[in-house]
């Protein structure tokens, strides 16, 4: 997986380093063989479920000293489709003053009809006051498709959460995005690859 993201880092042309954040030497190795700088093993406070990325990319650009106005992207490795032709959108987005950019996708369906599903399995409209308007006069939605984060590294550095005002979105079709979170996703991702790398 993480040799997917290191390939089409390098193959778009835009990156003058590519670092990996990792805690464990097995990734660090593979990363490596792959073509990527190991620089640092990240810090165990750094390393758990629940640590948000802008704290992750904020101690890799302090421990890289990078220049505060460089351009630095988090590329996530459980993103096998992102391309090379989106994260220069996602770079041009913030060299024309974007605070972050992002790829983003549409909700597949109106998140205005979403259900509320009990414990009895019973389900209820979160907005029974939209029934009656059509799907098509809804507001359309749009979700972090979980593939890469470009911002200065003084942006990173100050920890400046990501959806604050000054994001742009660099708009991807749904059915290339696959965030790899759950066996059900790199079920997904097993299924869609052979299409997904051909086209």
């Known amino acids: ?4 993201s290191i390939d089409v880092a390098r193959a778009s042309g835009l990156f003058d380093r590519i670092i990996v954040s990792t805690d464990d030497a097995g990734i660090a190795e593979v990363a490596r063989v792959e073509g990527a700088e190991v620089p640092f093993l990240r810090p165990a406070d750094l390393s758990g ?5 802008t704290d992750v990319i ?15 992207c988090c590329l996530y490795a459980t993103a096998p489709f992102v391309r090379a032709g989106d994260l220069a959108k ?11 950019a992002m790829a983003v996708t549409r909700f597949a369906y ?3 009809r979403a259900l509320r599903r009990g414990a009895d399995g019973g389900v209820s409209m979160m907005q029974p006051e939209l029934i009656q308007t059509r799907s098509q006069d809804l507001e359309e939605a749009w979700h972090d ?9 003084a942006t990173w550095a100050a920890g400046t959460p990501v959806f604050e005002f000054g994001a742009r979105g660099v708009a991807l079709p749904s059915w290339r995005v696959v965030d790899i979170d759950t066996p059900e996703d790199w079920a997904r991702a097993e299924a869609l690859f052979p299409v997904i790398s051909a086209s």
Do not use: C, N
């Open 58 to 72: 904020a101690h890799a650009v302090k421990a890289i000293d990078a220049s505060m106005e460089t351009s630095v």
């Open 110 to 112: 109106p998140i205005q």
């Open 49 to 53: 479920d629940f640590t948000p990325t």
């Open 1 to 4: 997986m993480i040799a997917w």
């Open 90 to 100: 996602g770079v041009a987005l913030l060299h024309a003053g974007a605070t972050y």
């Open 145 to 153: 498709a979980g593939q890469f984060y470009w911002a200065r590294a």
